[in-house]
């Protein structure tokens, strides 16, 4: 993985917004995939980002949705009488206003009414959890690798403590069994994905998010426990992929809420640092963490280590100024040193923010790491 050696690297998480298809592709259809994911990596190479993706368009834009048929081992279930996890909280509760008028009217997202009514499907493990989704994943390979190569290329999939939320255990006698079982499925994806010569980024926003939702009951200990057990299943899943070769994007959902109580990353940087990864991807530009820069001023960054924070957010409608980027990075590379920081933006823009504004933040994103670098005393051309 290049570091940023000669100027601050730019990159993003991996949602881009969609231009034409629908999230409905069958396998080994690619009437306008190739066309359409041809058509994103030349607009993110035109802007200027160095490491950039397919905007998840092979996975129909949806991080935990693209998993429903790529696992043996589960059946689908009626959705539980109980609210959603999504649906619940503490910042749900304090907010039970807003939140009404968000759910009457669709707000929370971009897409109006279509995304906040479109209920995820909730699965039950009935047996041995194993991979079988080896033809859409090589689908999704063969369409990136063909039209934008494997350098500075990532591929993202998912972690397993995200996937395990919307699947019961019913086979496995305790949750460590159960969260390994789907860990070492997923070993199948990341490997496949390293072995194709891509970077892997592994998602993880259920990880902290869960705090709002069981961690306050646990209280700070247990909660802690809970994630470490789940960061060694992770850990236990990559063990054949060469740390550097590996990116974490950890974060707190991005539904367009309050997040008044969002768990502070000081309370599991120790945690996340512990992924096999080599760069990993924090929320930095919304108004919920932007703070926590000042984090690394006592955390020290590992040798080797690369931090990516947002320093755009889809959580706002409000483009950055370049400046403003600029000033993040700066913060961030008199913390942990220049080379180890690359610009990224808080999480995926794909159905969260308006196609135009989404790209007018990542212009703002590649302005203003050029600014930073100009700042930061690399040489320029």
């Not at 490491?51 to 092979?58: D, M, P, S, T």
């Not at 859409?136 to 591929?155: H, K, N, S, W, Y």
Request: charged residues 25%; glycine residues 8%; hydrophobic residues 40%.
């Amino acid at each position: 993985m290049r570091r940023s050696d000669e100027k601050i690297l730019t990159t993003h998480v991996g949602s881009l917004p969609f231009p034409t298809f629908d999230s409905g592709l069958a396998i080994g259809d690619e009437s306008h995939l190739r066309e359409d994911v041809a058509g994103v990596v030349q607009r993110q190479r035109d802007l200027g980002l160095d490491i950039l993706n397919e905007g998840e368009y092979a996975k129909g834009g949806d991080w935990l949705r693209y998993m429903q048929n790529r696992f043996a081992g589960f059946a689908d279930i009626e959705t539980p009488a109980e609210k959603p996890l999504i649906e619940q909280g503490r910042d749900r509760e304090d907010f039970a206003q807003f939140y009404k008028y968000a759910s009457e009217r669709g707000t929370l997202f971009f897409a109006p009414g279509e995304q906040m009514q479109k209920k995820r499907p909730v699965q039950a493990c009935t047996g041995p959890v194993s991979y079988k989704g080896h033809a859409e994943l090589q689908q999704e390979i063969d369409v990136t690798r063909d039209v934008a190569g494997v350098d500075d290329v990532f591929l993202t999939s998912t972690a397993p403590a995200s996937l395990e939320v919307y699947r019961r255990n019913r086979h496995y006698k305790t949750d460590e069994a159960y969260v390994f079982a789907i860990a070492e499925a997923m070993r199948v994806e990341y490997e496949a994905i390293h072995q194709a010569g891509f970077i892997l980024q592994v998602d993880d926003a259920w990880l902290p998010a869960l705090w709002d939702r069981i961690g306050m009951g646990m209280g700070m200990a247990a909660f802690r426990a809970r994630c470490d057990m789940r960061v060694e299943a992770l850990n236990h899943a990559l063990r054949n992929i060469p740390e550097d070769r590996v990116r974490y994007h950890l974060c707190w959902g991005s539904w367009h809420g309050p997040h008044a109580h969002d768990l502070e990353l000081e309370h599991i940087v120790d945690i996340m640092l512990k992924v096999k990864a080599q760069a990993y991807l924090i929320e930095g530009a919304n108004a919920r963490h932007d703070h926590e820069h000042a984090l690394w001023e006592r955390v020290r960054l590992p040798d080797g280590k690369i931090l990516i924070p947002g320093v755009v957010t889809h959580s706002t409608d409000v483009v950055e100024h370049p400046e403003l980027v600029s000033q993040r990075l700066q913060r961030y590379a008199r913390h942990v040193g220049r080379e180890n920081v690359m610009a990224g933006a808080d999480c995926g823009f794909g159905g969260r923010s308006h196609p135009q504004i989404a790209w007018a933040k990542l212009k703002s994103l590649v302005e203003g790491a050029a600014l930073a670098s100009k700042a930061l005393g690399f040489a320029q051309e």
